[in-house]
Structure formats: C-alpha cells, structure tokens
C-alpha cells in the first residue's frame, strides 16, 4: 500500500532519469581523460562559453552585505536585478515601449514561471495550444502541477509553421479540441526562437497569431529563452530574431493578454544560476505571480551574480558576439558533417544549440517500425555513449527526427558524430 497521496503516486510513475544523467556526470566525455566516456548532445546548453561565464564569476567575487542574508526585497526578485534585467532587454530586444523593473517578475528559472502560467492563466483540464514538434519540458512545466494539457498541433508536410498560413493549423486545433472533449483552450504558446527547429517567426506569422489570440480571448505566451544565440547562417533567406515586444502590437492583441518569457539558462550558459523572467503588464498576473513566487524565488546569492553579470554591458556584448560567433562555427560543422553522409536537416535553423536531423532512412535497420524502431535506435546511441534527443521525447508528428545539440568545443562535436555515425552504419 502506497504511503503516498493519489497525486503523489502519479509523480512517482512518471519518467525517471536520474541513473543514466548520474552515469553521464560521473563518465564525461574527455580527449585525454577519459576518451571512452559520455557525450551529451542531448541537453541544450551553451557548454562553449562554460570557461567564458565561470572566468568573469572568478574576478567578480560575490560580495555579500547584511541585507543579503534578509528575504530582501521580497519574491518577485530584487529591484537591483529587475532593473538590470530591464536594462538588458531595452537594450537587445530594441522594446517599442521600454521595460520598466515594475513589468518583470523573477522566478527560479522558465520552468517555475511556465508552472505559475499554468496555474495562473488556466483551471485544471484547460488547454494550451502547442505546435508541433516542442521543447520536451513544456508539457510537465505546465501539466505537472497546474494539469493544463497539451493541444498539439500539426502541420503535416504541406503547410510551413514559420509562416502566416500556419495559423489555421492552430485554430482548426482549437476548434477540434472544443468539439471532441469540451477543452477549454486559454493561450497559446510560442517559442520563438524555436526549440528544437532553431527557427525564428517573421513579424508578418507573429501578427498573424497575435490576431488569433484576439480572436478567441486566449492569452499569447512567447518563450524567447534564444534571443541572443541566432548566428550567421548561409542561408540568405534566414529570418532574424524579432522580439514581440519590438514593435507595437495593440492593434492585434490586447496588452493583457500578451507575456514574454526569458531566462539566463540558454544566452548566458547560466542555467545553474535559476534565473528566470517574466515580462507582463497584466496587473492582475503579476499580482498572482507575486503569491505564488513565494514558493519559486531565486535565492539572493543567485540574484547577485545575476547583477553583475547584467549590469556588465561592455563585457556580455562581447560575450553574445563570441557566443554567435562560436555557435555560427558549430552549427557549420554540424551541416558538414550530416551532409557529408547525405543526411537531411532542417536548413533554415539559424538559432539556438541544436539541429533536427532526420533519421527516418535507418529505422528499418533495427528490425522494427515506427515509433518501436526509433525507440530501438534510442537504446543503440546510449548504448555507444552519446545522448542525443529522439522526436518522440520532443513530440514530432512521426518518428525518425531527432535533437542533436552541437554547442560543444569541435573535437567533441566531431566525437559525437562519429559515434551516431557508427550506430547508423555510415
């Protein structure tokens, strides 16, 4: 007999990866130490500017006062780091309207604040609208606690989802989710740029959705955790990155309901401090979040480091250009490589640490099909020590894609890519 509540039961069935993510810290990959060990290109982290964050930590050591040791200036993060984080955002996202500390709120990273949307925005049974495929972390961070559910969107092969055409998509997911089980859908959620396509929306798609949103009275949720790692690609025709706060969206979607969500996790290779953002102007949210952040607020020493590096805006332009540029470099290695085995990817990616390769030609290889065969070729990478991320785990439409991060130094990158190469046989 369980000793724990039916709620409780429920999280203890869910996945579980703690064994293979211990295994994988305590047998790294090295070149010289340990060349037999893991290599994960299966979580997005900017693991090229590690040395880059840790040095500017070291020679800003963390100077603490008295105050620093009070609940300070309460849970929705001190008015030092809001102002910081404001004057970071007026500065690269180039706002219509300037960002003030009073429309940020800070938790302890996007997943706390998707979970106090969740709670926030819906009831339980609600749904949010989420195209397809997605950051795996979404539908716990908002399912988890808040049981908001997924509706999932498909495009199939016919309709692009970076351009206008792809919000009909939405609303027939909408309507459907309506028809068939009564969902009542609240939001829409945007990441932009996109994870794990690497895309960015054109102003004219954003408008587009934003006009949806209206439509049915559903709040726009847009996930920006990339803005500062879009990179030069060859491809003349690459959309750049565009903030929804960057131009002026009153016409299309009423303030109240638009929200952006940020962090220091991915642009500052920073996801051990738990800095995450969230920008609103609904009054009404941000008193919400302010009860609920009691229980997510990051502790004062995080928020300090966060300060220093914010406030350093001589220091982290020079380190976002060295990031898109190192990024840049990684992502061409990365197409040199598939395409030197006359593998497809997804070639508009211009942002973030991954490519979507597809792998569909060698599921046959392992003796089963569809999604049992994909699974099966899961267990083979593992088996040769390198985690990359299957479509699945990512909610692809159909099995064969996979999420393979390539923000590592390049004999890493070259490493992993030998290992996927050997278990396709090519």
Same mark, same amino acid.
């Given at each position: 007999?369980?000793?724990?509540?039916?709620?409780?039961?429920?999280?203890?069935?869910?996945?579980?990866?703690?064994?293979?993510?211990? %295994?994988?810290?305590?047998?790294?990959?090295?070149?010289?130490?340990?060349?037999?060990?893991?290599?994960?290109?299966?979580?997005?982290?900017?693991?090229?500017?590690?040395?880059?964050?840790?040095?500017?930590?070291?020679?800003?050591?963390?100077?603490?006062?008295?105050?620093?040791?009070?609940?300070?200036?309460?849970?929705?993060?001190?008015?030092?780091?809001?102002?910081?984080?404001?004057?970071?955002?007026?500065?690269?996202?180039?706002?219509?309207?300037?960002?003030?500390?009073?429309?940020?709120?800070?938790?302890?990273?996007?997943?706390?604040?998707?979970?106090?949307?969740?709670?926030?925005?819906?009831?339980?049974?609600?749904?949010?609208?989420?195209?397809?495929?997605?950051?795996?972390?979404?539908?716990?961070?908002?399912?988890?606690?808040?049981?908001?559910?997924?509706?999932?969107?498909?495009?199939?092969?016919?309709?692009?989802?970076?351009?206008?055409?792809?919000?009909?998509?939405?609303?027939?997911?909408?309507?459907?989710?309506?028809?068939?089980?009564? %969902?009542?859908?609240?939001?829409?959620?945007?990441?932009?740029?996109?994870?794990?396509?690497?895309?960015?929306?054109?102003?004219?798609?954003?408008?587009?959705?934003?006009?949806?949103?209206?439509?049915?009275?559903?709040?726009?949720?847009?996930?920006?955790?990339?803005?500062?790692?879009?990179?030069?690609?060859?491809?003349?025709?690459?959309?750049?990155?565009?903030?929804?706060?960057?131009?002026?969206?009153?016409?299309?979607?009423?303030?109240?309901?638009?929200?952006?969500?940020?962090?220091?996790?991915?642009?500052?290779?920073?996801?051990?401090?738990?800095?995450?953002?969230?920008? %609103?102007?609904?009054?009404?949210?941000?008193?919400?979040?302010?009860?609920?952040?009691?229980?997510?607020?990051?502790?004062?020493?995080?928020?300090?480091?966060?300060?220093?590096?914010?406030?350093?805006?001589?220091?982290?332009?020079?380190?976002?250009?060295?990031?898109?540029?190192?990024?840049?470099?990684?992502?061409?290695?990365?197409?040199?490589?598939?395409?030197?085995?006359?593998?497809?990817?997804?070639?508009?990616?211009?942002?973030?640490?991954?490519?979507?390769?597809?792998?569909?030609?060698?599921?046959?290889?392992?003796?089963?099909?569809?999604?049992?065969?994909?699974?099966?070729?899961?267990?083979?990478?593992?088996?040769?020590?390198?985690?990359?991320?299957?479509?699945?785990?990512?909610?692809?439409?159909?099995?064969?894609?996979?999420?393979?991060?390539?923000?590592?130094?390049?004999?890493?990158?070259?490493?992993?890519?030998?290992?996927?190469?050997?278990?396709?046989?090519?």
């Amino acid at each position: 007999m369980s000793t724990l509540s039916p709620r409780g039961d429920e999280l203890a069935q869910g996945p579980l990866f703690r064994s293979l993510l211990t %295994t994988m810290a305590t047998d790294t990959y090295s070149a010289t130490a340990n060349p037999t060990g893991f290599i994960n290109m299966g979580a997005a982290e900017n693991y090229i500017m590690f040395p880059e964050m840790a040095s500017f930590t070291a020679s800003h050591p963390l100077q603490m006062t008295v105050d620093d040791f009070s609940y300070n200036d309460g849970p929705w993060g001190t008015r030092r780091l809001r102002s910081a984080m404001a004057q970071h955002i007026n500065r690269r996202f180039h706002p219509v309207h300037p960002v003030s500390e009073r429309d940020l709120l800070l938790a302890n990273g996007v997943t706390a604040v998707c979970d106090m949307l969740g709670f926030s925005l819906a009831e339980p049974g609600d749904g949010i609208l989420m195209g397809q495929p997605l950051y795996q972390a979404f539908v716990p961070d908002f399912g988890t606690k808040a049981k908001v559910k997924p509706v999932l969107v498909p495009f199939g092969d016919d309709v692009d989802q970076f351009s206008p055409a792809a919000v009909a998509c939405y609303e027939q997911a909408l309507k459907r989710a309506r028809e068939e089980d009564g %969902t009542n859908v609240c939001a829409l959620l945007l990441c932009h740029p996109h994870n794990p396509l690497g895309q960015c929306y054109p102003r004219e798609t954003i408008i587009e959705i934003m006009r949806l949103c209206a439509k049915y009275k559903i709040h726009l949720l847009s996930d920006e955790i990339y803005a500062m790692s879009v990179f030069e690609v060859p491809d003349p025709h690459a959309v750049p990155f565009e903030s929804v706060l960057a131009f002026d969206s009153s016409e299309y979607i009423d303030p109240d309901y638009l929200h952006v969500m940020y962090g220091m996790s991915k642009d500052f290779a920073a996801g051990g401090l738990r800095i995450g953002c969230l920008y %609103t102007r609904n009054e009404a949210l941000w008193k919400a979040f302010s009860v609920m952040n009691q229980f997510n607020w990051p502790g004062i020493a995080d928020q300090l480091v966060a300060c220093e590096i914010l406030e350093d805006d001589a220091w982290l332009d020079e380190f976002f250009q060295t990031s898109r540029q190192r990024l840049g470099e990684r992502n061409a290695l990365t197409r040199e490589l598939l395409g030197s085995k006359n593998i497809e990817y997804h070639t508009d990616a211009n942002a973030g640490f991954f490519v979507w390769a597809d792998f569909r030609p060698y599921l046959s290889m392992t003796g089963k099909e569809g999604w049992e065969a994909e699974e099966e070729l899961m267990k083979r990478f593992i088996d040769a020590k390198v985690l990359v991320t299957n479509g699945k785990m990512l909610n692809a439409e159909e099995p064969g894609f996979w999420r393979i991060i390539f923000s590592h130094e390049e004999r890493v990158v070259r490493e992993g890519f030998r290992r996927i190469f050997e278990v396709l046989g090519v």
